[in-house]
């Protein structure tokens, strides 16, 4: 009886509509993807970015021989956030957050990805430095 009332309403140019939109709602997610695999970026050059309220705390190059650090850093009173560098990689491997999105997220390496701690407000983001040889400038 519901199945057939829907056939009543549903017409075959409803379904082509419906299939398009689908397919469309994929296409910001492709042309973006495409655009960050195309941008050089010089691997062995990245930076970490750790801010809170949206100022930047610290800045920490992540390189092959980036020593191991740990940091701590305290938001507000009774919340914390360690924070663990190694090599080229970064995490928050502790925070006293009730969900621990931070924490579960793991290890970040690539340029553009981020580890967000909301409660505490703090974002780590990792920047790649472009690479310059393929910038030109061209005077006449």
């Known amino acids: 009886m519901f199945w057939k009332e829907i056939k009543k309403q549903f017409k075959l140019f409803d379904g082509i509509i419906i299939i398009a939109l689908i397919i469309l709602s994929f296409l910001p997610y492709v042309i973006f993807n495409s655009q960050q695999r195309d941008t050089p970026i010089k691997s062995d050059e990245m930076t970490a970015v750790v801010s809170i309220d949206g ?48 924490v579960h997220t793991g290890w970040i390496s690539k340029p553009g990805q981020t580890s967000i ?4 407000r703090l974002v780590i983001e990792i920047i790649g430095v472009p690479d310059e040889e393929e910038d030109m400038i061209l005077t006449y």
């Open 55 to 102: 100022e930047e705390v610290d800045r920490f190059i992540l390189a092959k021989d980036t020593p191991y650090q740990e940091k701590t850093y305290r938001p507000k009173k009774k919340q914390y956030n360690i924070v663990e560098i190694k090599g080229t990689k970064i995490r928050v491997r502790e925070d006293n957050s009730p969900d621990q999105i931070a």
């Open 117 to 120: 701690c909301l409660p505490h």
